[in-house]
C-alpha cells in the first residue's frame, strides 16, 4: 500500500483536460511545498514533469500544470494528445524520518 | 547531456546481497547534486531507496535502511547500492537518478535494471 493515494486510473479525449489527485497527509503532502510528478511510458523510465508543487522543469510542455490544497495535490493535463498516455506517479518530501514516499500511479488513457 | 547507466547482476540468490553501480557521464559527481536508487517491482510502483551526496551523506528509506548502502566514488564518477539479505520482494527494476536535493525532485534517471531474486 502506498503511501499517497492517486487514482488507478483516469481517462480523456484528445483535447480534453484531466486531472490526477495525489493524496497524503500533514505529514507530506500537506507539511512540504516538495510535491513532484513523473511521467512513465512502458518499458521506459520516468520523466519529471511538475517539481515543488507547480514548477515545471525546462523543456517540459506548458500543457502540464501542478497545484496543492492542504493534503491532495493534483497534476492537470490540459489539450490532451495521445503521447500523454501513461503511468503518471506523484512523490512528496515526507520528513526527516521518512523522508520520500511515492504515490501507486495512475494510468491514463487518452480515448 | 547528463548520462545514469546502471550496471550489476541481473540474478541474485536470496540471502545473498545485490550489488549495483551507476556510471555518471555528461557531469562531475563532485561539482554537486545528490544521487540515488529507485526501485519498480515488474507492474507496480516506484519506491525510494536513498540518496547521497559527493561528500559522502546518506538518505535511506527507513523501511530498508537496515539492509542498504549507499556509497560514492568520485574519483570513477560513479556511485553504489547494496541491498543485503534480499528475498524475492527485492525483484525489481532498479534505477539510478541524479536529484536536485537529498529528498529530490529527480531530473535525470538511468535506464533501469531488472534484478531478479531466484534461487
Known amino acids: 500500500q502506498s503511501a499517497l493515494t492517486q487514482p488507478a486510473s483516469v481517462s480523456g479525449s484528445p483535447g480534453q483536460s484531466i486531472t490526477i489527485s495525489c493524496t497524503g497527509t500533514s505529514s507530506d503532502v500537506g507539511g512540504y511545498n516538495y510535491v513532484s510528478w513523473y511521467q512513465q511510458h512502458p518499458g521506459k523510465a520516468p520523466k519529471l514533469m511538475i517539481y515543488?508543487?507547480?514548477k515545471r522543469p525546462s523543456g517540459v510542455s506548458n500543457r502540464f500544470s501542478g497545484s496543492k490544497s492542504g493534503n491532495t495535490a493534483s497534476l492537470t493535463i490540459s489539450g490532451l494528445q495521445a503521447e500523454d498516455e501513461a503511468d503518471y506517479y506523484c512523490c512528496s518530501y515526507a520528513g526527516s524520518s521518512t523522508f520520500v514516499v511515492f504515490g501507486g500511479g495512475t494510468k491514463l488513457t487518452v480515448l | 547531456q547528463v548520462q545514469l547507466q546502471e550496471s550489476g547482476p541481473g540474478l541474485v540468490k536470496p540471502s545473498e546481497t545485490l550489488s549495483l553501480t551507476c556510471a555518471v557521464s555528461g557531469y562531475s559527481i563532485s561539482s554537486g547534486y545528490y544521487w540515488g536508487w529507485i526501485r519498480q517491482p515488474p507492474g507496480k510502483g516506484l519506491e525510494w531507496i536513498g540518496s547521497i551526496y559527493h561528500s559522502g551523506s546518506t538518505y535511506y528509506n527507513p523501511s530498508l535502511k537496515s539492509r542498504v548502502t549507499i556509497s560514492v566514488d568520485t574519483s570513477k564518477n560513479q556511485f553504489s547500492l547494496k541491498l543485503s539479505s534480499v528475498t524475492a520482494a527485492d525483484t525489481a527494476v532498479y534505477y539510478c537518478?541524479?536529484?536536485?536535493?537529498?529528498?529530490?525532485?529527480?531530473?535525470?534517471w538511468g535506464q533501469g535494471t531488472l534484478v531478479t531474486v531466484s534461487s
Open positions: 515543488d508543487v507547480s
Open positions: 537518478a541524479r536529484l536536485s536535493r537529498s529528498s529530490g525532485p529527480i531530473d535525470y
